[in-house]
């Protein structure tokens, strides 16, 4: 072997040695932050309990009629909740409500959002888009798609917490639980979608403003901490 290939050997191996320490003080890391404790908001409590089923002007009428995950191995785990509700008033479109939450015991968070619901049920679906709910003194970041089939479209917003977080992706959720993983929390997570027809899209979104406004101002700071954080 010549005094050439000898450096680049002992270059090579001094870089191995480097890439194999950073691995090892990087898998140290990850195990001495584990995550250990468990985040839940809605604790005990159940989510027919705790959301009313009289909302503003909007009257609980049925569970029945929305569009749910479907009822595989993935779904089956991924929920320890889930709340269907449509509410309804004297005139006018009825108001969709699903509500899904997940312990996260395990610390690994998927969420089910419309997107996959949807389209496994035949929908044609927009883009999504950013949309923000005022509730006064803050606003609530969301999301905004519509949902079309057999001539019938679907407007929906809907959002998700995690821990503290409301993430507006994927990435931002992947990014939510690794912050909270790394300050030693597994936290609980919530996906509310709340949904009305109707072709005139702002005008729908108008509806399905008010109906989370309404909500949101009828729980207790518990409860609404559950929902938003």
């Given at each position: 072997m010549?005094?050439?290939?000898?450096?680049?050997?002992?270059?090579?191996?001094?870089?191995?040695?480097?890439?194999?320490f950073?691995?090892?003080?990087?898998?140290?890391?990850a195990?001495?932050?584990?995550?250990?404790?468990?985040?839940?908001?809605?604790?005990?409590?159940?989510?027919?309990?705790?959301?009313?089923?009289?909302?503003?002007?909007?009257?609980?009428?049925?569970?029945?009629?929305?569009?749910?995950?479907?009822?595989?191995?993935?779904?089956?785990?991924?929920?320890s909740?889930?709340?269907?509700?449509?509410?309804?008033t004297?005139s006018?479109?009825?108001?969709m409500?699903?509500?899904?939450?997940?312990?996260?015991?395990t610390?690994?968070?998927?969420?089910?959002?419309?997107?996959?619901?949807y389209?496994?049920?035949?929908?044609?679906?927009?883009?999504?888009?950013?949309?923000?709910?005022s509730?006064?003194?803050s606003?609530l970041?969301?999301?905004?798609?519509?949902?079309?089939i057999?001539?019938?479209?679907?407007?929906?917003?809907y959002?998700t917490?995690?821990?503290?977080?409301?993430p507006l992706?994927?990435?931002?959720?992947?990014?939510?639980v690794?912050?909270?993983?790394?300050?030693?929390?597994i936290?609980?997570?919530?996906?509310?979608?709340?949904?009305?027809y109707?072709?005139?899209?702002d005008?729908?979104?108008a509806?399905?403003?008010?109906?989370i406004?309404?909500?949101?101002?009828?729980?207790?700071?518990?409860?609404?901490?559950?929902?938003?954080?």
């Amino acid at each position: 072997m010549n005094e050439e290939s000898a450096g680049n050997g002992a270059v090579l191996t001094r870089r191995k040695f480097a890439l194999g320490f950073a691995f090892a003080s990087v898998a140290g890391i990850a195990a001495a932050r584990q995550p250990t404790k468990n985040i839940d908001y809605l604790g005990n409590n159940k989510l027919e309990t705790i959301l009313p089923e009289k909302v503003g002007k909007w009257r609980f009428v049925s569970s029945s009629g929305l569009v749910v995950p479907p009822e595989d191995q993935l779904s089956q785990a991924l929920y320890s909740q889930l709340l269907t509700r449509v509410y309804g008033t004297d005139s006018g479109t009825p108001i969709m409500l699903l509500v899904a939450q997940s312990s996260s015991q395990t610390g690994i968070l998927q969420i089910h959002r419309p997107e996959f619901c949807y389209t496994a049920g035949g929908y044609d679906l927009s883009p999504t888009t950013p949309h923000t709910v005022s509730l006064g003194g803050s606003a609530l970041p969301a999301l905004s798609i519509s949902a079309s089939i057999l001539g019938t479209t679907e407007q929906i917003v809907y959002w998700t917490r995690i821990g503290q977080h409301l993430p507006l992706s994927w990435r931002q959720q992947r990014m939510a639980v690794a912050m909270d993983n790394l300050r030693g929390i597994i936290p609980d997570a919530v996906m509310v979608r709340v949904s009305t027809y109707g072709n005139d899209k702002d005008a729908a979104l108008a509806q399905v403003d008010d109906f989370i406004r309404a909500m949101i101002g009828s729980v207790s700071p518990q409860v609404r901490r559950v929902l938003i954080g």
